[in-house]
């Protein structure tokens, strides 16, 4: 159900908090509202708001963030949700949206990110910022020392300190480096990264299918 939240500028339009809803899950991944609470067991009804943190066992966990944002967090992973927003004119219906926002911290570990238009998504680790374009398709992987990115759709715009950099379609890049993006098909490992995100984009659209009235609960 909606709540106004909070107007933007004078036209009218309506900035609204939204909580990100679990898509498909088959371990016993944990989660807690913020960093300063007890990890507990998901289930059916559990929602996530800004703030929450997630933590994956050995099994994946879907999560549909805002409508058009949705991603497959790897197993053994742990990431923190920091925004959920969409905007919208006045009292117009989920298909009046006119801007959907997600941010990430992803601490440890992978994920796979699907965007729908007109969605934007944003992820940080401990070495950069990664922000795409809509329609886009990807992965990350970070670990203490290094985080690598691997798109297959659409674009990555990265920021690592004062390094900006761009990466297309096809081509995966690692932090820290000082070389450029290389052809995913250059790299044995990025060229698996890349099948396993097109299989996973395929899982999401199904789950997503299966959960439509589940969509992310604006509130």
Same mark, same amino acid.
């Given at each position: 159900m909606f709540?106004?939240?909070?107007?933007?500028g004078c036209s009218g339009a309506i900035r609204r908090?939204?909580?990100a809803v679990i898509l498909s899950s088959t371990g016993s991944a944990e989660w807690a509202?913020? %960093?300063?609470? +007890?990890?507990r067991r998901f289930d059916r009804a559990t929602t996530l708001a800004p703030g929450s943190i997630v933590r994956t066992d050995s099994s994946p966990l879907g999560i549909g963030l805002v409508p058009g944002v949705f991603v497959e967090i790897s197993p053994h992973s742990e990431l923190q949700i920091t925004e959920l927003a969409v905007t919208k004119n006045g009292?117009?219906?989920?298909?009046?949206?006119?801007?959907?926002?997600?941010r990430v911290r992803l601490k440890e570990g992978?994920?796979?990110?699907?965007?729908?238009?007109? %969605?934007?998504? +944003?992820v940080e680790t401990s070495q950069l910022e990664v922000k795409v374009t809509p329609g886009c398709l990807f992965r990350l992987t970070t670990k203490p020392d290094a985080t690598r990115v691997t798109c297959i759709r659409g674009k990555i715009y990265t920021?690592?300190?004062?390094?900006?950099?761009t990466v297309e379609a096809g081509y995966t890049q690692q932090w820290p480096s000082d070389e450029p993006a290389k052809p995913t098909t250059a790299e044995p490992g990025a060229q698996s990264e890349?099948?396993?995100?097109l299989q996973t984009e395929t899982l999401l659209r199904e789950a997503t299918a299966r959960h439509r009235g589940d969509a992310p609960i604006a509130r």
């Open positions: 709540a106004t939240m909070s107007v933007v908090g939204v909580l509202p913020d %960093a300063a609470s +007890a990890l009292n117009d219906t989920d298909d009046r949206l006119r801007d959907r926002r997600a992978s994920l796979v990110v699907m965007l729908d238009s007109p %969605a934007r998504f +944003a920021t690592a300190g004062t390094a900006v950099s890349a099948n396993e995100a």
